[in-house]
């Protein structure tokens, strides 16, 4: 199957910090990737969509300012958090798709561990 | 908007079937996802629904019913791995929304 990775797997910073989180499809070309946060015991929550070459959809709630989303090519989106702050702490996943269905199935990457000190 | 309900915790024994239910309600529909996440670990995909019916791969099967609002992930013979969270995700007009998942623990 596809595989999407996520680079770092883990990270800590201090707070005031930015903090950058690629997402990357392997082996295959993805039309939109997503950015989704994880609190502990919670769900995960769709904080942006992007498409290659055109500006991030965000979530209601989701500040464009302090998440930083670039899409620039077909395999790569990162994500950065800026000036992170310890309530920032938490697993952020991506995922990529291959078309533009809503049937086609997302691939989410292994996650990234943020914890701000 | 999409709200997803769907069992906090669940418990089942080793070799045992389990069901685990998932109702929405939702503007738009495109679809049906149940995917299962370890602990730190990513989800991965488990199933696909967008008509009513069942679908049946290896040990895990899962039904839709457009009408009722309602899905349901069923396991068969129950292992030690399968202890997880699954989580229900409903496709709408853009986005998946995910349900709280379902913390199901298996033991021997």
């Known amino acids: 199957g596809a595989v999407v990775s996520q680079h770092p797997s883990w990270v800590i910073c201090k707070s005031g910090t930015s903090v950058k989180i690629e997402c990357r499809s392997l082996?295959?070309?993805?039309?939109?990737m997503f950015w989704y946060r994880q609190f502990p015991k919670q769900s995960l929550m769709l904080m942006a969509t992007?498409?290659?070459?055109?500006?991030?959809?965000?979530e209601q709630g989701v500040e464009k300012d302090k998440f930083l989303i670039n899409h620039a090519s077909l395999t790569l989106s990162t994500l950065t958090v800026t000036s992170a702050h310890p309530e920032d702490s938490s697993f952020y996943i991506c995922?990529?798709?291959?078309?533009?269905?809503?049937?086609?199935?997302?691939?989410f990457g292994p996650g990234t561990r943020l914890t701000v000190l | 908007g999409q709200n997803i309900d769907q069992p906090t915790e669940m418990t089942a024994t080793e070799g045992a079937i389990v069901q685990i239910n998932c109702t929405y309600q939702?503007?738009?529909?495109?679809?049906l996802f149940w995917y299962q996440q370890h602990a730190g670990e990513a989800p991965t995909f488990l199933s696909y629904?967008?008509?009513?019916g069942l679908e049946e791969k290896g040990r895990f099967s899962s039904f839709l019913s457009r009408s009722k609002g309602y899905s349901y992930l069923l396991l068969k013979e129950l292992q030690m791995k399968d202890s997880a969270s699954y989580l229900c995700?409903?496709?709408?007009?853009?986005?998946?929304?995910f349900g709280k998942g379902t913390m199901l623990l298996v033991s021997p």
């Open positions: 995922s990529a798709r291959i078309g533009l269905s809503m049937g086609n199935e997302q691939f």
């Open positions: 995700a409903v496709t709408g007009y853009s986005t998946l929304t």
């Open positions: 939702t503007s738009g529909f495109n679809g």
């Open positions: 629904n967008v008509l009513d």
């Open positions: 992007s498409n290659e070459g055109s500006k991030a959809t965000y």
């Open positions: 082996d295959f070309q993805a039309t939109t």
